[in-house]
């Protein structure tokens, strides 16, 4: 596995003046970007041609797919790269303190503002402004942000006195805005005049084909930084990683990788060492399996054993109709007399799991367990993917139990 390109830390300026044209651009791996997919590839193209203008633009993702990174590359893209670009989390300051973060405030504007300060529309003029969480904003301040955005005009906190700024405004928000303007919590005309340029960053389980390159990246990173060497990682162990779905997106790949390489001493990561940093028992990978069946109010282990036993029933019903068929193109190729045709007694649909276990017999819960991964296994000559999507249930699971039964896999586990 190759290592990856390190960002670049120095700010690309190759001018002190708004408006001059940069000998080259960075590149998508100098921007701090790392992805080959087509998704990322498309979405850094375009946002290479929205940066070069002076739109307003709203980013929106999930928590964690990088947000700050895609706000920070259109500014150092756009003319306006040589100046300052000032960000805040609009959710993590109280709502009192956030217009005078955002416009400053005059002295004795209020308890404890024994001095005039700046706020970051008068900082960063000239520049850009970033307002991360921008969803999480009152509404009395998003009036006033709207009037920064339409009119270039801002006042100070205890002051009467328009000031006008020159700056370009990047928001971000995991929230759905649109579900907020229609319950009244966020100001459709604000909404809209943010929205006049709009880039939605996929979150991680959209563009698995990025994470082998992302563990690189952040495993040799982490591996410089601590000045040893890093061994890499199993195909079986980096299968786990791209299967598993990454609630936190790219935030938690990154911390998991560092608390791997960290305590591991840069080994090479096994399946067992990702299993040991990396909590998969109450989050379990995502499946696309239009089949899977969403059980409400149960436990993960609960619904995958009555999934289990649903494909026992289904299994041995498939069994029954084969050996129907079996019958009769064995009656058709004898001679008369013909034997009489054998009737296996239908299967009552399975409504619990309780009743699943009295159409079973008299089998343990676990012995049920082993012998349908098994039959799975065998059906699929050792195929533990399409074992465990032909049992309804996650190859992470699947995996689980061939180390609880001890069972050995001969033939093509990939």
Known sequence: ?????????????????????????????????????EIIRDLVATMRRIAATDLTILLIGESG???????NSIHRLSPRASAKMLAINCGAIPETLLESELFGHERGAFTGAVETRKGLFESADGGTVFLDEIGEMSLATQVKLLRVLETLEFTRVGSSEPRKTDVRVVAATNRDLEQDVERGTFRRDLYYRLRSAQLRIPPLRERREDIPLLFAHYAFQTAARLHISFGGITPEALDLLVAYPW?????????????????ERGEKITEEKVEKHLDLRFREPFVENPNALVHLGRSPEQAERELIYRALIDLRNEVG???????????????????????????????????????????????????MIELALERHHGNRRAAAQSLGISERTLYRKLVEYKLKVDGDDR
């Open 1 to 37: 596995m190759e290592r990856g390109v390190p960002v670049a830390r120095e700010p690309y300026l190759n001018s002190h003046r708004r408006g001059a044209v940069a000998d080259t651009e960075p590149t998508q791996d100098e921007l701090g970007i790392i992805g080959r997919s």
């Open 65 to 71: 797919v990088g947000k700050e990174v895609f706000a």
């Open 247 to 263: 609630p936190g997106n790219i935030r938690e790949l990154k911390n998991f990788v560092e608390l791997a390489v960290t305590l």
């Open 321 to 371: 109709a084969m050996k129907q068929v079996l019958m009769k193109a064995m009656a058709a190729t004898e001679a008369p007399p013909q034997p009489a045709p054998i009737s296996l007694p239908a299967l009552p649909p399975v409504r619990t799991i309780d009743a699943a276990l009295h159409e079973l017999g008299d089998l343990r819960l676990d012995e049920m367990e082993r012998r």
